[in-house]
């Protein structure tokens, strides 16, 4: 046996003595602690399920606040207040509705008049949201928050404290608790009505459980220990199920109550289980001062972890020799491949840092990291932007639409890719190439996200420069016919959506006695006279209105939501300022007509209509509307 090999050999019973003391001591002091650790154990399982739906609750209303600051102050609602008319209603009755869809915050918005009547009311459930008809409106006047809501001053939100659902004046069953917003709404300073929302707390509620386990539901009692919420939906506001039930925490646990009214959070054992409970401060809830919120796990569930914690440490004392044994042998392996190891980490901190920007956020989509090529491209770095939504960067370019469809796609599928436009921290817009791909547990619940993304915005440029070359004329600089049958076939589309509601006209030009020019004057005046009406009629033209150069001397205009009779006042005014403003005295003549359900047939109407200026003597504009085609047809 050479000298490397007692190395080894004493390398390795080095490494199985340190090692064997560390579990010796681990064993000896989890045998002696289990009953502690049982309890420490229910305790710390029952604060995670709490400090969670503390913060959910908070988290929520937060999201409230600025949800209802939106709602009680949008155009929409103005326009309902000063034209109470049935389109400004629906309009307002759409919105409403696709808010409390998206939202899930509410059960239901109301418009009340400044009598008590409601205007506008959306219902909103689990299963199912709706915009209540006109003739099932009911009249409020007499209801205890509308006399509070008289009380506000124009500038006060009411928060009418908690108190339970009811209809047509009776409670709704199953109990369900209800908590008011209300907005005074007033015109030049006279109170016109009340914007006022119901939280849904039961489906805010149901948002409250950890890890979204129904089962981990806790129950929530007010400042008097009242229930509000609570797994069962009994004894809520103090209504009772059965006659020999308590409704009301400091009644049920005397001791508890007493603890909950001299601590934040702790852990009481009662004659049931363990109770667990912690305290929220909400001072701006009119009837609340704090929330309590408590779970109770029975003695059976804490007697089954201790004796899976004692079945398990038996277990690993059984194989302790064996694992030692591997332990000891690993650590010699990993000393062996150590170099290896440490390019794996250098190659991994590499594509962290390499050519995509990459952003990092946890469950709840707020940021935990980025790496240096986001902050080189975005301008921003982790401490600006760690702990917030990926939302600061959004540009405004996009529709909720397309972030609703995104979420969709990352749900059902963990992937998503596509091209946004976001905004730099300097304001400055961004074109990427994004793609977001979730990280899931071994229970398929979602813990990370991770976006990365490629600046394409220099190649966006060069492509729209590239896209705009290939549409333009080179000697007007006008459009070209490619771009005119594109905008055609645009309007087109319109006109077949809208039919009612969209006009939009076309007009065909022509250089009147144009080879004259040429042959009079040389091709070099022809091109300039090409150029003194391409002007002109820019010139002349509203920035909306498309002018192209679709041929030699023949120019198109497409005029969007502009009549026949407009259009043709437009051109005269137009035809007359060319034969002015050029030094030949040149004329043109016009051929007008509407766009219609089709490209091809608006385009012959319009040619035949130019045709018809030049068969009367040129310097004119005709027009041929659709309804003279069909006549003729």
């Known amino acids: 046996m050479n000298k490397s090999q007692y190395k080894l050999i004493f390398q390795f019973l080095v490494v199985f003595s340190i090692l064997a003391l560390v579990p010796f001591l681990y064993f000896y002091s989890q045998f002696n602690q289990l009953d502690t650790k049982t309890q420490q154990y229910v305790e710390q399982l029952n604060r995670n399920k709490l400090e969670y739906s503390k913060a959910e609750l908070q988290t929520s209303l937060t999201e409230v606040s600025t949800s209802l600051q939106y709602l009680s102050n949008n155009s929409m609602l103005d326009k309902v207040l000063q034209q109470p008319n049935q389109e400004n209603i629906q309009a307002l009755q759409a919105f409403w509705l696709l808010i409390v869809r998206t939202q899930g915050y509410y ?45 506000l ?46 939280l849904d707390l039961t489906r805010i509620y149901r948002g409250l459980a950890y890890k979204r386990n129904s089962d981990y539901l806790p129950n929530i009692v007010n400042n008097d220990g009242y229930y509000i919420m609570s797994p069962n939906n009994q004894g809520i506001m103090g209504h009772l199920i059965a006659a020999n039930e308590q409704a009301n925490i400091a009644l049920q646990y005397p001791k508890l109550w007493q603890m909950i009214n001299e601590r934040d959070s702790g852990t009481f054992r009662s004659s049931q289980g363990w109770i667990s409970f912690t305290t929220a401060m909400f001072d701006k809830i009119d009837n609340i001062k704090k929330l309590t919120f408590f779970i109770t ?18 277990i690993q004392a059984s194989f302790i020799f064996i694992i030692l044994f591997l332990l000891s042998f690993t650590f010699v392996v990993w000393n062996h491949n150590h170099i290896k190891n440490s390019l794996d980490s250098k190659i991994a901190r590499a594509a962290m840092n390499g050519m995509s920007a990459v952003v990092i956020t946890d469950r709840n989509n707020r940021i935990i990291q980025v790496n240096s090529e986001f902050t080189r491209v ?52 961004i074109t990427e190439i994004l793609r977001i791909q979730t990280i899931k547990d071994r229970r398929g619940t979602i813990q990370f996200y991770v976006a990365s993304f490629v600046d394409i915005s220099h190649r966006k440029e060069l492509e729209d420069r590239l896209r705009e070359l290939s549409e333009k004329d080179s000697m007007t600089a006008l459009w070209n016919r490619r771009k005119f049958d594109s905008e055609m076939q645009i309007q087109v589309s319109r006109i077949k959506r809208y039919r009612k509601h969209e006009t939009s006209t076309l007009a065909l ?53 502009t009549e026949l009779n407009e259009a043709e006042m437009v051109l005269n005014r137009i035809r007359i300022a060319i034969n002015l403003e050029n030094e030949l005295n040149i004329t043109i003549s016009v051929g007008l007509t509407e766009i219609s359900a089709s490209a091809k047939e608006t385009y012959k109407r319009a040619d035949i209509a130019l045709y018809e200026s030049k068969s009367l003597g040129r310097n004119q504009v005709s027009v041929f509307s659709a309804s003279e085609a069909d006549t003729i047809a």
Request: proline share 3%.
């Open 378 to 429: 975005s301008g921003y770095t982790l401490n600006d932007v760690k702990g917030k939504p990926p939302s600061v960067f959004a540009s405004g370019k996009h529709q909720q639409q397309f972030y609703m469809n995104m979420w969709k796609v990352l749900e059902e599928q963990g992937l998503w890719e596509g091209e946004v436009i976001n905004k730099r921290r300097d304001g400055s817009l």
């Open 509 to 561: 030009i022509d250089i009147d006695h144009f080879k004259r020019i040429n042959d009079k004057y040389g091709h070099d005046k022809g091109d300039e006279v090409i150029q003194e009406v391409a002007r002109s009629l820019k010139h002349h033209l509203r920035e909306t209105d498309l002018v192209a150069r679709i041929g030699g001397e023949e120019f198109a205009i497409i005029m969007p939501h």
């Open 107 to 151: 059960s239901h918005l109301r418009f009340i008049d400044a009598q008590g009547m409601e205007v506008v009311r959306i219902n909103s459930s689990q299963n199912n949201d709706e915009i209540v008809p006109l003739q099932q409106l009911q009249f409020k006047g007499d209801r205890s928050f509308f006399k509070y809501a008289q009380t």
């Open 153 to 198: 001053t124009n500038d006060e939100v009411g928060e009418f404290g908690i108190d339970l659902e009811s209809e047509y004046g009776e409670i709704t069953t199953p109990l369900t608790p209800a908590y008011r917003v209300i907005y005074p709404l007033s015109i030049n300073g006279k109170r016109a009505g009340y914007f006022i929302a119901n």
């Open 297 to 314: 796990t029975d003695f059976s569930q804490a007697q089954a972890f201790t004796d899976l914690e004692s079945r398990a440490l038996y």
